[in-house]
């Protein structure tokens, strides 16, 4: 029987082969720490009428640790900011933090604990789109508010989420209309695969087809992916003026470094970036990207009074050399936010914060001006960065005058709007 | 760019991808062959060696750092996975189940190790200037082709480890050692050849090569703790499609795999180019179960 034990091998390698993707895959879910956190401790304080709880959720663990536990930064800054000018109506704010892990169910389990057990009066938290979306079912279930602070695909709307991130007509479309006014006619689409890069591109591409501009080619990478051999070649073949690059985490470095060992250079075909801010050029190493483009709501080197008062108390608390990014300060105006909408209120009911919140003016904030529009989503600027060989994006271009945000592109979703009246009704 | 040069900048692309899986694979076919063991902690053998190529450039900066880096790479890597075949696998060897577990298990541990010790955002390797050149053809009718030079040093690199391993097997009396174990362990030990000196030096050797792979991969993206992680798995897929523990089929699977993906790529996008690329393994181990290359071992057949 000579090949029964080589079958029995070839089946043996074909399983490990599974493993090891699984492995692959899981490697997310590794590291998850244990729930028993220091945190945990702070449930059973008792709360009396001159402390309210708040839940922030995010991943201190597994892959999105790296951008979240920064964001958790910025959040706890405001909370312990505003305790220390004598908190929120009177009340003191006990910041309860749960670990979401990186994994979108973990959000969703630890968003039913804080509400059902810790009796959190709004959270605030999540980073990718699908982590906002297993948390979703959640809020609108308990009818409870969710403050979600990084720019994402739009395309949803729910009364219990308050999108402080940009919708796609604050980031991808202000950097076409740069990139249009800039005569740049081939655009080239390269991005992870998976739902933000997808929608992000769907849209752009609406809207370069609605424009007369040409799509010179369009290509998804698996997440995590480190070959763009093939990619680089078609790019050159299509010869772009410009790539929208919505790649995320590593797979830049591998891009922009195969790209440069392709003698394909930011100066001589400009790079337009979703999803590198100042932290991720950091890790990364600016020579590597220098001189490509970001678009952003929020780049730490805008100048205004609140941004400089804002990073000298981030850096004073966390590192000198620590830097901001876009949805850090989200996540802090999120605080701020919220605390006004509660005040105006007079009460921490989510249902009259959140009706609130849409009431507020324009607030100064390091973002610059910015509120709460009626579908409960930011109204803010656009600003478009070059990225400089420091690590700092030169701000180019801004958008006239603060953005109204869109969830529902007129050009893709024609007819589709915000309906937040009947609450608790899923109108994703 | 014409079309031509297009075509041929893909069989370019072809053959570096599939110089990186020949540097990844080899190791794992070497000690497959001649130990029956499926080794999950190869691509923390990858990993290994870009940190190390990252902690080579760092103490010998300048344009020699690089090639420094291979040899320590290898040696280092190469000691760990002596360590590695001494404490746990040879006390494992006999139960292939048993190693499969014990080795993920190692994998995860020397990931959380990794970072521990450089933290989870991965670190740079910076190619040195004299690999930053790309060789442009700018007129004929291949117009538009680019050869980056750390693409051509790749495989270069893999067809140098893929000669020294041939001579060291056919040319070396550790090789005829090996070949002897692989052919038939029972006889080889009576013969008086020390096996389990054998097995560790041969598992040592692989890990090496991943090794060197690991400063390949560090010279095209970042090195992070799960780096090896995105190379097992077409590792994998080489030493199957290759024929279970054959050198040669390796290689020839390493080219059919790199082509395959970049054939492709030419058509679909790279998801599912990776989807064809699956669909075309599963199919041919249904033809022809044996791989590319059949090995006779008697070893394999009882």
């Known amino acids: ?428 | 760019m014409s079309e031509a040069a297009f075509l041929l900048g893909q069989v370019f692309n072809g053959l570096s991808v599939a110089s990186l899986f020949v540097l990844a694979a080899l190791g794992l076919a070497l000690s497959f062959g001649l130990m029956r063991v499926i080794n999950m902690a190869h691509g923390e053998m990858l990993m290994l060696g870009g940190y190390l190529a990252y902690l080579t450039l760092r103490a010998i900066p300048g344009p020699v750092g690089i090639i420094a880096a291979m040899p320590i790479a290898f040696v280092g890597a190469g000691i760990v996975g002596a360590l590695l075949e001494w404490t746990v696998i040879r006390r494992l060897s006999a139960r292939p189940l048993d190693t499969l577990l014990a080795t993920w298990g190692i994998s995860l541990i020397l990931q959380q190790a990794a970072r521990n010790l450089f933290g989870a955002v991965g670190v740079q390797v910076v190619a040195p200037a004299w690999l930053n050149h790309t060789i442009s053809v700018t007129a004929g009718p291949l117009a538009g082709l680019n050869l980056p030079a750390v693409r051509i040093f790749i495989m270069l690199i893999a067809c140098v480890v893929l000669g020294g391993i041939a001579l060291i097997l056919t040319k070396t009396r550790l090789g005829l050692y090996v070949r002897a174990v692989h052919q038939d362990r029972p006889i080889a030990a009576a013969m008086g050849i020390d096996t389990p000196r054998i097995d560790c030096l041969v598992f040592a050797l692989g890990a090496g090569i991943a090794g060197i792979a690991g400063v390949a991969l560090a010279l095209l993206g970042p090195v992070t703790p799960t780096v090896g992680q995105s190379y097992i798995v077409p590792a994998f897929l080489v030493v199957i499609l290759g024929g279970l523990g054959s050198l040669t089929g390796a290689a020839v699977a390493s080219l059919v795999v790199g082509m395959i993906t970049a054939v492709a790529q030419i058509f679909v996008n790279v998801s599912v180019a990776q989807v064809l690329l699956l669909l075309f393994v599963i199919l041919f181990i249904q033809v022809r179960p044996q791989g590319i290359i059949a090995i006779r071992s008697r070893a394999l057949e009882d």
Not at chain 1, 344 to 354: G, I
Request: net charge neutral; aromatic share 10%; with cysteine.
């Open chain 1, 1 to 428: 029987m000579p090949f029964k034990r080589l079958n029995l091998v070839v089946v043996l390698l074909t399983g490990g082969v599974l493993v090891a993707t699984a492995l692959h895959h899981s490697a997310i879910s590794a590291q998850k720490t244990s729930p028993h956190s220091p945190q945990e401790a702070l449930r059973d304080r008792p709360v009396d009428s001159h402390a309210v709880k708040v839940g922030i959720l995010q991943s201190l663990s597994g892959t999105m640790a790296i951008s979240e536990v920064p964001l958790e930064n910025a959040e706890m800054l405001a909370i312990n900011q505003i305790n220390a000018s004598g908190g929120v109506n009177g009340a003191k704010i006990i910041p309860v933090e749960e670990d979401g892990a990186s994994d979108p169910a973990i959000f969703a389990q630890k968003a039913t604990k804080l509400i059902e057990q810790d009796k959190v009066v709004t959270v605030f938290g999540g980073w990718t789109s699908a982590s906002r979306k297993a948390m979703l079912p959640v809020f609108q279930k308990y009818d409870n508010l969710l403050w979600y602070p990084v720019q994402f695909e739009g395309n949803e709307c729910s009364p219990n989420v308050m999108y402080s991130g940009a919708q796609p007509n604050q980031q991808a479309l202000p950097a076409f209309a740069w990139a249009k006014q800039r005569g740049f006619k081939r655009f080239y689409l390269i991005g992870s695969d998976y739902v933000y890069p997808r929608t992000a591109n769907l849209i752009l591409k609406k809207h370069i087809e609605h424009d007369g501009l040409t799509l010179s080619g369009e290509e998804y990478v698996p997440l995590g992916g480190s070959d763009f051999s093939s990619a680089i070649a078609k790019i050159a073949q299509s010869k772009p003026d410009i790539i929208i690059n919505t790649l995320n985490g590593d797979s830049n470095v591998s891009f922009f470094k195969q790209l440069a060992a392709a003698g394909v250079t930011p100066d001589k075909l400009p790079i337009m970036s979703f999803s590198i801010a100042e932290p991720e050029v950091k890790a990364m190493g600016p020579s590597l990207l220098a001189g490509s483009y970001a678009s952003w709501n929020y780049f730490q080197s805008l100048s205004s009074a609140n941004n400089t008062a804002f990073i000298k108390a981030f850096q004073a608390k966390y590192g000198a050399d620590a830097s901001v990014d876009d949805p850090m300060v989200h996540g802090y105006v999120d605080v701020y936010e919220w605390k006004a909408a509660v005040e105006k209120a007079k009460s921490f009911d989510p249902e009259k914060v959140r009706a609130a919140a849409v009431k507020l003016s324009l607030t100064p904030s390091p973002l610059g001006r910015v509120k709460f529009a009626d579908n409960q989503s930011m109204v803010q600027t656009g600003y478009i960065g070059r990225l400089q060989p420091d690590g700092q994006f030169t701000i180019i271009w801004h958008s006239t005058g603060t953005i109204n945000p869109q969830p529902y592109d007129p050009l893709n979703f024609p007819g589709k709007t915000c309906n937040l009246q009947k609450h608790g009704s899923p109108l994703v």
